[in-house]
């Protein structure tokens, strides 16, 4: 075996194949790095929105009547924003977030019925929350606001698009672990799979938080 | 132990110390024509003299420690037999002062620094010559809107008075860059339907009369190494009688109408007849204004004014002397003489053409 | 070291999984594998650069060059520019982080050891498809710094002169999209590394420096990289769908990229160069006898050069205008900056000074980069002023400066590390005499070909020209930077050289041939799968010194043990089949102007990326 001095560490008190040196685990840290890492990504598509906030040289535009291009000639459209249809969207998105913590709960308690509930409740949220952002895209397209119309469009899709495509990846994540949950495969002992997915869901939810007061809200 | 690196040291210190007298030499001769480290304007005097503040603290910092560095390289290399040397792990007072100290050089440097900013920052404190400059691929327009000039690549000013620029690009970004006289300043695109306009200023007064270099310095495609460009500084008489040569068939002026007489005596001549021809026929009037056209009067065509073509020394953009040789080598063979230009010829041009359109040129100084 | 979404039992492995010949090297999850892989790729990938280099100073040694066409040279530079820094010193950084931020902490592998052959193979796959670009003709030619609305496509109506856009922008873009995930997949990975792997008793202050600069690194690439793909992502969209993120025409601003492109670029820098420090901070206190002068104001002026350089990226944007307030702010901060870069400098020289110097091939590269990083840093200081940089800024000075830092910093570096470690990692120590050569051709040659620039720059030679009239004063300096050129080019063929003479020699490196002080000398070269037998304890920054001096000076030779009761996880063709899913996704990206049906290859690409993942999440990691 090695030699002297340079102490090895006896079996006795390191357990050394389940070894951290912060007693947490390596997988949760990385998720946090990786939320870290998104918060850049995220605050440079919300800045180019806000730079770029006012700058369109032609309509439709998010909170007033402008000319626009629509069906072919210039003439007047309606403001974009809806605010009623996104603020429920809204409360979906942060009351699945409250969901998985539910279900987390249950996962770690080993109470199945909680788990499934909860995880079912928040996976259809999810769902829902897609599907307006579906159909908001489709309906703001015929509005008027195409992808290359005007720099809102732009900014604005692409912002959302990418913030939707998250939650897409969170809702298929999700729907793994219920997939999961429902073959009894997510035991007490394996609930940090969950958490982790959880934490990613808690992620998305925050940055929906502040992208709807920024772009739907502030004038 | 190794090899001492005493013997290969002194080597290279040696040869470092050759080269950098070869270097110092060249430095000093007179060769550069784009040099900034001969300033010839109020504004680049200040640059050089901040710059020139920085490079003695920076002589100074280097000297001092480079040579601790390589005075502890030779003090302290091992020798056979030495002890294991005291292992100190820091020293608190030493490590203060030598954060403290840089610190204070380099307020030395920054407060220097930031009155220059200010001083080279502000609006054109006196401007008596408005210039507009309009960057393209790869050419620079020079438009005078108060003395009714439009001229291209060669910037004529006044000594002794100070030029006011504004400048922006009509394509992509570039960088207006006269080493000597101004300094440096990126310029952006403006479109038709541009609403934010980032138009950017520079100002000089050239202090002597003379050519000086300059070129794009900001990458712009495929030429951008030759998009050179030319400030000629001249006496204020010689400037004005340039103006009023250059104010002849300008666009700003009466829209390139000119006098009667002038016109008259332009068409009972045949080199001007038949250059002009050739110029109408030989699709050259597609892009550029020229005195005596239709288009005398046109602004925003993708090539340079040529009205003036003769009174200028070079052509394409500081590229080649402007001789009937090279100028009729350009009109046979544009993409051969600067690869990738946006000057592309509808049909070649007869012998005959470029000999009518050479003269025609050259005539309208 | 579990990774595992599901852990599942640990079977044995399984034995369609070979230990050695391709298919090993295919499915390894080694990180000294791995390692080797990123060092081997980056090497040839460097060697390209340099290649592309030295057209460029054919090209340069007089005026009026005909060597290459004017486009040609664009994508020459462009490409030099992108190969050294994403093909080159990036991965050579990683090829250091991979093999010994394990070794040095203590660790038997890093904490994701799939998800590193993940990154491995993707920056593989990123760096063939940039490189792809040359084969079909379309090299990037925008500059390594892409600025928009040159490398927006509608940037002027086409012409014959100028016809449509062609592709050469979007390898770029995509070819960087595919970099950027490769770092920061291996980022994550490291960074977790660090936080969690390291052995009992190496607190964060007992960390070899090494680890210490490298972990800063890890933290800047994870947030400095998502800028450039929201950068990168804009700017497809402009040139593919019309939008105008950064065209005036639309409203936009092309000032935009600059800053977003800016806010990554200059923490890059910093990744670039930290990784060299850190090698340096290892290297000089062994050849020294004599621990890192002032440990603790390393660390924390490494931690204020990150920090501060994430606000300083307008320096590179003071020819735009930005106005005296911003000048000034952006003036000062860069300055700022120069105070913990002088700390390090200072400390190196304090951990020289009273030493016992062993003047060794990796100690003359970190006293080089010592020496040569100090000229790098006064010429940064000297346009970190406003008006000086508008005589500055684009022009040759410009590259001598940054040729300083980054050949003379963290190539210097980056070869004193090899030097350093080559015996831990190949068993065989390269030779000294070589070396030596290596050394002196490679600092001569650096010094003549990158010195004059400073001149020809202040003379008005502005960078990225094909070529330069004459008449100008040019003509002598290029001529000595070409001649320079050569001479780091046969500096080169001298490593080579020592390379192939070293790996035809024996393997007979002794476990510690310099009296090392951390961890990766305490155990055999090179070291077992498993690197440890049992997790080392450590009780200082020195753990090897401190053994050393406890066994009175003398260490028997570590002995190799059979280590079958260390669980080690299997290897895996799922990371790679992963990275190539990705690449098959981004790749449809290529082909959005050119043909309608593109998104089915995407689609196909995001199905086969998905279904390995899937296949990654659920194999058995045999733990």
Redesign the interface.
């Given at each position: 075996m090695a030699h002297a001095a340079t102490a090895h560490a006896d079996s006795g008190h390191v357990d050394e194949h389940h070894w951290t040196s912060t007693g947490l685990n390596s997988r949760k840290i990385a998720i946090w790095g990786f939320i870290g890492s998104e918060c850049l990504f995220f605050a440079s598509l919300i800045s180019t929105y806000l730079v770029y906030k006012g700058k369109s040289l032609v309509g439709p535009l998010p909170h007033t009547e402008s000319q626009c291009m629509l069906d072919g000639k210039m003439q007047t459209c309606e403001a974009i924003f809806e605010i009623p249809l996104v603020t429920f969207g809204t409360a979906v998105l942060l009351f699945s977030s409250f969901f998985v913590v539910l279900a987390l709960y249950g996962a770690q308690k080993g109470d199945r019925k909680m788990l499934l509930t909860w995880l079912s409740a928040t996976v259809l949220c999810g769902l829902f929350f897609v599907g307006m952002q579906v159909y908001e895209f489709y309906h703001f397209y015929h509005k008027g606001l195409g992808y290359s119309t005007n720099l809102f469009g732009s900014t604005f899709y692409t912002l959302t698009g990418f913030h939707g495509s998250h939650v897409t990846l969170g809702v298929i994540w999700l729907s793994t672990m219920l997939y999961l949950a429902v073959r009894g495969k997510l035991t007490p002992d394996k609930s940090l799979n969950l958490e982790m997915a959880a934490l990613y869901w808690h992620f998305v939810d925050v940055v929906w938080i502040v992208i709807f007061p920024v772009v739907y809200l502030m004038r | 132990m190794e090899r001492s690196p005493g013997r290969v040291w002194r080597a290279w210190l040696t040869r470092a110390g050759l080269l950098g007298l070869l270097v110092l030499i060249a430095g000093c001769s007179q060769n550069y024509h784009q040099t900034t480290l001969l300033p010839r304007s109020d504004i680049t005097r200040l640059i050089d003299d901040l710059f020139m503040t920085t490079v003695w603290w920076a002589v100074v910092v280097f000297v001092l420690v480079e040579g601790a560095l390589v005075y502890a390289l030779f003090r302290f290399r091992s020798r056979p037999g030495d002890p294991e040397p005291e292992q100190t792990h820091g020293n608190t007072t030493v490590e203060i002062i030598w954060t403290v100290i840089p610190a204070v050089i380099l307020a030395f440097i920054a407060v220097p620094t930031v009155k220059t900013i200010v001083k080279t920052s502000l609006p054109a404190p006196n401007p008596q010559v408005d210039v507009e400059v309009i960057g393209h691929q790869w050419w620079w327009e020079y438009r005078y809107p108060k003395l009714g000039v439009v001229t291209a690549n060669e910037l004529v000013v006044p000594v002794g008075k100070m030029v006011n620029l504004r400048m922006w690009s009509a394509d992509v970004l570039h960088s207006w860059w006269s080493p000597q006289l101004a300094s440096k300043r990126d310029v952006f695109p403006i479109f038709n339907n541009t609403r934010d306009k980032k138009i950017n200023p520079l100002w000089f007064t050239a202090d002597s009369v003379g050519d000086y270099s300059g070129q794009c310095a900001e990458l712009c495609g495929i030429q951008h190494a030759r998009m050179g460009l030319r400030v000629i500084v001249k006496s204020e008489a010689d400037f004005e009688s340039w103006v009023a040569k250059e104010r002849v068939g300008s666009p700003l002026v009466e829209g390139g109408k000119v006098a009667a007489a002038i016109d008259s005596a332009w068409k009972a001549d045949t080199v001007h007849t038949k250059g002009q021809a050739a110029f109408m026929s030989g699709g050259c009037i597609a892009c550029h204004a020229m005195v005596g056209t239709p288009l005398a009067g046109a602004l925003n065509l993708r090539g340079p004014n040529l009205s003036h073509t003769g009174g200028r020394t070079t052509i394409g953009a500081n590229m080649y002397e402007n001789t009937p040789s090279m100028l009729a080598q350009w009109l046979r063979d544009p993409q051969g003489m600067k690869q990738g230009s946006h000057m592309v010829l509808p049909r070649p041009l007869t012998e005959a053409e470029i000999s009518a359109l050479v003269a025609y040129l050259r005539m309208h100084q | 070291?579990?990774?595992s979404?599901?852990?599942h039992k640990a079977p044995a492995i399984p034995h369609h999984y070979p230990k050695t010949g391709f298919w090993s090297w295919i499915t390894t999850v080694d990180h000294k594998r791995i390692g080797i892989l990123y060092g081997a790729t980056a090497f040839i990938f460097f060697l390209i650069g340099g290649i592309e280099a030295v057209i460029m100073r054919l090209q340069l040694i007089g005026p009026n060059g005909k060597l290459v066409?004017?486009?040609t040279f664009?994508a020459l530079f462009t490409m030099h520019g992108t190969t050294m820094i994403f093909l080159g010193v990036m991965p050579l950084s990683a090829f250091f982080f991979n093999f010994f931020i394990p070794l040095q902490i203590g660790a038997r592998d890093v904490?994701?050891p799939r998800l590193n052959a993940f990154s491995y193979w993707v920056f593989l796959l990123g760096a063939i498809f940039i490189n792809v670009s040359f084969l079909v003709g379309a090299p990037p030619d925008?500059?390594w710094f892409g600025?928009a609305?040159?490398t927006s496509a509608r940037?002027?109506p086409s012409?014959?002169?100028?016809p449509a856009p062609g592709l050469n922008i979007d390898f770029w873009v995509i070819g960087l999209q595919i970099l950027g995930i490769a770092s920061?997949a291996a980022?994550?990975?490291f960074?977790?590394t660090i936080?969690?792997?390291?052995?009992?008793g190496?607190t964060l202050l007992r960390m070899p420096m090494f680890v210490w600069m490298s972990f800063i690194v890890q933290i800047l690439l994870?947030?400095?990289?998502?800028?450039i793909?929201?950068?990168l992502?804009?700017l497809m969209?402009d040139r593919n769908?019309?939008?105008?993120?950064f065209m005036?025409?639309?409203?936009?601003?092309?000032?935009?990229w600059q800053h977003?492109f800016w806010?990554f670029g200059h923490p890059e820098v910093y990744i670039l160069i930290l990784p060299a420090f850190g090698i340096a901070s290892e290297v000089l206190p062994v050849f020294?006898?004599?621990?890192?002068?002032?440990?603790?104001?390393m660390v924390f002026s490494g931690v204020f050069i990150a920090f501060v350089g994430f606000g300083v990226w307008s320096h590179h944007m003071f020819?735009?205008?930005m106005?005296?307030f911003a000048?000034?702010f952006f003036?000062?901060a860069t300055?700022?900056i120069?105070?913990p870069t002088?700390?390090k400098?200072?400390?190196w020289?304090?951990t020289?000074?009273?030493?016992?110097?062993?003047?060794?091939t990796a100690m003359?590269f970190a006293?080089g980069m010592?020496?040569l990083f100090?000229?790098g840093g006064?010429?940064g200081?000297?346009h970190?002023?406003?008006?000086?940089d508008?005589?500055?800024?684009?022009?040759y000075f410009i590259v001598a400066h940054f040729h300083y830092v980054l050949f003379g910093g963290s190539i210097f570096g980056l070869a004193a590390g090899a030097y350093y470690w080559w015996p831990k990692i190949f068993g065989r120590l390269l030779d000294?005499k070589l070396g030596?050569a290596h050394f002196?051709l490679t600092?001569?040659g650096m010094?003549?070909t990158f010195?004059?620039m400073h001149?020809l720059g202040?003379?008005?030679?502005?960078?990225?020209?094909?070529?330069?009239?004459e008449?100008?004063?040019f003509e002598?300096?290029n001529q000595?930077e070409t001649v320079g050129a050569f001479v780091i080019v046969l500096a080169f063929l001298l490593f080579i050289v020592n390379i192939i003479k070293t790996w035809m020699g024996p393997a007979n490196a002794p476990a510690d041939p310099w009296h090392g002080a951390t961890?990766e000398w305490?155990?055999p070269s090179p070291p077992q799968e498993f690197n440890?037998?049992?997790?080392?304890?450590?009780?200082s920054s020195v753990?090897?010194w401190?053994?050393?001096?406890?066994?009175g000076g003398k260490?028997?030779?570590?002995?190799r043990?059979s280590g079958d009761d260390i669980?080690m996880p299997n290897p895996s063709y799922w990371p790679l089949m992963a990275a190539i899913g990705l690449t098959i996704l981004m790749s449809s990206l290529m082909l959005i102007r050119q043909w309608d049906y593109w998104y089915a290859i995407t689609l196909f690409g995001t199905a086969w990326l998905f279904f390995s993942v899937?296949r990654w999440a659920f194999e058995p990691t045999g733990?």
């Open positions: - | - | 070291m579990a990774t979404v599901l852990e066409d004017p486009d664009n904490v994701f925008g500059g600025y609305n040159l940037m002027i012409t014959a002169a100028a920061i980022a994550l990975n960074f977790v936080i969690n792997l390291r052995a009992p190496m994870l947030l400095a990289f998502p800028v793909t929201v950068a992502v804009f969209m769908f019309g939008t105008s993120f005036p025409d639309g409203g936009g601003d092309p000032v935009m977003l806010i020294s006898r004599k621990p890192l002068f002032g440990y603790t104001a020819a735009t205008g106005g005296p000048d000034t003036s000062l300055m700022v120069a105070i002088g700390v400098i200072f400390n020289i304090g020289l000074w009273g030493g016992s110097l062993r003047f060794t003359l006293v010592v020496a100090i000229v006064l010429s200081v000297m970190a002023s406003p008006p000086a508008l005589q500055q800024t684009d022009t000294e030596k002196w600092f001569i010094n003549l010195f004059p001149y202040l003379h008005g030679m502005p960078r990225r020209v094909y070529t330069y009239p008449g100008l004063g002598f300096l000595v961890l305490s155990i440890f037998p049992n997790l080392p304890r450590v009780g753990p090897q401190d053994a050393w001096r406890a066994a260490l028997p030779e570590p002995v043990v669980h899937y733990h």
